[in-house]
C-alpha cells in the first residue's frame, strides 16, 4: 500500500471515531482512539513493515543463499 492509501484508512478510521462518539471535534476522536488503545491502520502497517524488515535482515545475515543475501540490501 502506498502512503495515501494509507492516510485515507487513517481518515476513514479517524470519522468513524468521530461519528460514534458524535463530535466534530478530530482532537475528542484521537483521544477516544488513546483511550480505546486503538491504533490507525498506517501506523499498523509501518510497524508490521519495521518487524519484517529485522527478521529478513537477521535471516539474510545467517543464510548461506546468495539471493536472500542480496535482497537482504534492499530491506530497511
Same mark, same amino acid.
Given at each position: 500500500?502506498?502512503? !495515501? /492509501? &494509507? #492516510?485515507?484508512?487513517? $481518515?476513514?478510521?479517524?470519522?468513524? $471515531?468521530? #461519528?460514534? =462518539? #458524535? ?8 483521544? +477516544?482512539? #488513546?483511550? =480505546?488503545? =486503538?491504533?490507525?491502520? *498506517? ?5 508490521? +513493515? @519495521?518487524? $519484517?524488515? @529485522?527478521?529478513?535482515?537477521? &535471516?539474510?545475515? !545467517? ?7 542480496? +535482497? *537482504?540490501?534492499?530491506? /530497511?
Amino acid at each position: 500500500m502506498n502512503k !495515501s /492509501d &494509507l #492516510k485515507s484508512l487513517d $481518515f476513514a478510521v479517524d470519522r468513524l $471515531f468521530m #461519528k460514534m =462518539f #458524535k463530535t466534530v471535534n478530530i482532537e475528542i476522536g484521537t483521544e +477516544c482512539q #488513546k483511550r =480505546f488503545d =486503538f491504533e490507525l491502520p *498506517g501506523v499498523i502497517v509501518d510497524e508490521r +513493515c @519495521s518487524k $519484517f524488515g @529485522s527478521k529478513y535482515n537477521a &535471516l539474510s545475515i !545467517s543464510s548461506e543463499n546468495l539471493l536472500c543475501k542480496i +535482497c *537482504g540490501n534492499f530491506v /530497511d
